[in-house]
């Protein structure tokens, strides 16, 4: 069993920054990729980002290329979302999952354990 617990969420106006934070515990030694994703009120949950167990291998999307950065310290056993110059269209609620593997890293499929998520509001 695996926990997953987001932090760092908040209220920020835009071109402001944040950095989420995603501690995992229980059985972390199975701890491998790393996604975050978001959602907000009506929409679908999309992906934002993935960083491999390594770290040596990270994926975006197009919506946060550029300004947004994954990050993970595998000794603290969390991974972070570095999110900078944000816009009101990156207010959703956030949320860190494991990968249980499969190529579509971009897919809510493709990951088993989720946190709680973090609610993320950029005021324009």
């Known amino acids: 069993q695996v926990q997953l617990v987001e932090s760092g969420g908040g209220l920020v106006q835009a071109g402001g920054s944040l950095r989420l934070s995603c501690a995992a515990s229980?059985?972390?030694?199975?701890?491998?990729?790393v996604g975050w994703f978001r959602q907000a009120p009506g929409k679908e949950r999309e992906f934002v980002a993935r960083i491999t167990w390594s770290g040596s291998n990270t994926y975006y999307a197009d919506s946060v290329k550029g300004r947004f950065a994954i990050s993970r310290d595998n000794a603290k056993n969390t991974v972070y979302l570095q999110m900078n110059s944000l816009k009101p269209e990156d207010t959703a609620a956030y949320y860190c999952?494991?990968?249980?593997?499969?190529?579509?890293?971009?897919?809510?499929?493709?990951?088993?354990?989720w946190g709680q998520g973090t609610q993320v509001t950029v005021s324009s």
């Open positions: 999952a494991r990968s249980a593997g499969g190529a579509a890293y971009y897919s809510t499929l493709n990951y088993d354990y």
């Open positions: 229980g059985r972390t030694v199975s701890i491998g990729a």
